[in-house]
């Protein structure tokens, strides 16, 4: 059976999502100036800029903005497609400060884990938050996000599949039900 590709967020609602959440870490933010987002390689990058350009139209105040790669962090890399890992890079002394964790879809759990223990190797944050922008469930650890696009159960042999203009030319999240090459 050919894979069936559903829409679940259209470029609009992702305008929408991505405004929202940049409004609910400046109402949960003492101190604009104290985040760093970091987005997780690959799509958590320019999510994280996108965030950051919201906030900044929204406030006037331009946060830190990293990239975190974890793929030397992982513990299935042997279960995983494997990539050539991505540069890291952190703007600033992330100790003290309140780091803001960006991925696009959180599934198991298993990369952000990996992304807790890389970001412990560049200092000691005060505190850490995830934010997501598609929760589709089936959690194999305890790690559940702070901000959240849109939760969208999903059965395992399903896929999410994230767009972002900037890499894609697209904005768009997609279902992805039946059989698939990835």
Do not use: C
């Not at 002394?93 to 198991?108: A, C, M, P, Q």
């Not at 759990?109 to 469930?137: C, F, H, M, Q, S």
Request: glycine share 6%; hydrophobic share 40%.
């Amino acid at each position: 059976m050919p894979a069936k590709v559903v829409e679940i967020l259209s470029e609009e609602e992702i305008r929408r999502t991505i405004t929202r959440l940049a409004s609910q870490i400046i109402e949960k933010s003492e101190d604009l100036s104290q985040i760093v987002l970091l987005g997780i390689h690959t799509k958590g990058v320019p999510l994280a800029s996108l965030l950051a350009q919201q906030i900044e139209i929204l406030e006037n105040i331009s946060v830190s903005v990293g990239a975190i790669d974890i793929t030397f962090y992982r513990d299935d890399l042997d279960r995983v497609r494997t990539r050539t890992p991505a540069k890291t890079k952190i703007p600033i002394d992330i100790t003290g400060k309140t780091v803001i964790l960006v991925d696009d879809v959180i599934y198991k759990g298993r990369t952000i884990r990996a992304a807790l223990n890389a970001v412990t190797e560049y200092g000691r944050p005060e505190n850490i938050k995830l934010l997501v922008l598609v929760d589709r469930g089936h959690r194999e650890l305890p790690i559940h996000p702070d901000f959240t696009g849109k939760k969208l159960p999903t059965a395992k042999e399903e896929q999410v599949q994230v767009y972002f203009q900037d890499v894609d030319g697209r904005d768009a999240v997609e279902l992805i039900r039946g059989e698939h090459n990835d």
